[in-house]
């Protein structure tokens, strides 16, 4: 008994350990990239456009293409994405065709970004001939969101435990009845995370957009035009960082880093607390 509780003492004290150490790195990340940066973060910091060569530049153009690409990246992929996985996990047979599709959606989420912004920029950018543009950048950008979005549905609502379909159909209510109403309320926890993190890493994606945005933008401020250059946050700070000759190059590479962590930081806390929120309210939780 003395060993048994010994070993789970041990245990419990190694798995805290391992939480205190990568919760310590990320603290240690987060001080030092707010410590060199968060001085840069001045309101004609955020709102001014960048400049070339001369001193006192800033991100704006950049922070709104970011959101503004997430946001049609979003849009191409969520319909997709979800419909796939709902397609998967409650309607389609386990047959050749469905273990193809599970099969390429898995092998498409393991692809380097850098090969799928060489695709977007051969299909989109020369194929097709939409140039460095912002409509081409957000299409790559949703065809690196589809496969992980397909996973994550169909993962996520596998999870629900087989009862809850029973009883909904034992009362009446038709299949997709049941998925609208009792399986996506019960998984949804599940789902938004998903879409978070799927929203995250696009929110810190360059290589793709650096082959089908570009590295510059449009000369009118927050300007909504599918067919002009989007330069992104994430963009900004790698040519900052390779190519740039402004002067303050560091101090603006400093104040990138820490806008686009809390920018990161903000749009997971305004997507989580919300769905929390709808959650309680779909499952009639109080």
């Not at 498409?108 to 912004?117: D, R």
């Not at 969101?145 to 809850?164: C, D, G, H, K, Q």
């Not at 300007?223 to 250059?229: C, G, Q, S, T």
Request: one cysteine or more; hydrophobic letters at 55%.
């Amino acid at each position: 008994m003395n060993n048994r509780r010994f070993g789970d003492r041990l245990a419990t004290g190694l798995f805290w350990l391992a939480g205190a150490v990568i919760l310590g790195i990320l603290l240690f990340y987060l001080i030092f990239i707010f410590w060199k940066g968060i001085n840069v973060l001045t309101p004609h910091f955020l709102l001014s456009p960048p400049k070339e060569v001369a001193a006192g530049g800033g991100v704006g153009p950049e922070l709104f293409n970011t959101f503004y690409i997430l946001f049609l990246s979003l849009l191409f992929s969520l319909p997709v994405g979800l419909g796939a996985g709902i397609y998967l996990a409650e309607y389609a047979r386990s047959n050749r065709l469905t273990y193809i599709v599970r099969l390429s959606t898995e092998s498409l989420a393991t692809v380097p970004s850098i090969v799928l912004g060489l695709f977007g920029m051969i299909i989109f950018v020369n194929a097709i001939g939409l140039g460095f543009t912002i409509l081409g950048g957000a299409a790559t950008l949703a065809l690196l969101n589809l496969p992980v979005l397909v996973r994550v549905t169909e993962e996520t609502l596998r999870a629900v435990p087989f009862s809850y379909r029973e009883a909904s159909l034992a009362l009446g209510a038709t299949q997709w009845q049941t998925i609208r109403r009792v399986i996506l309320p019960a998984c949804f926890p599940g789902l938004i995370t998903g879409v978070t993190l799927v929203a995250g890493r696009a929110l810190g994606e360059s290589a793709i957009l650096i082959f089908t945005a570009g590295l510059s933008v449009s000369r009118h401020a927050f300007d909504f035009n599918l067919f002009v250059p989007g330069e992104t946050l994430a963009v900004h700070l790698w040519y900052v960082n390779a190519e740039a000759l402004a002067p303050d190059k560091d101090a603006i590479a400093a104040g990138t880093s820490a806008l686009l962590v809390l920018v990161v930081l903000i749009f997971n806390l305004a997507i989580g607390l919300p769905s929390r929120l709808l959650q309680r309210r779909l499952t009639g939780n109080k």
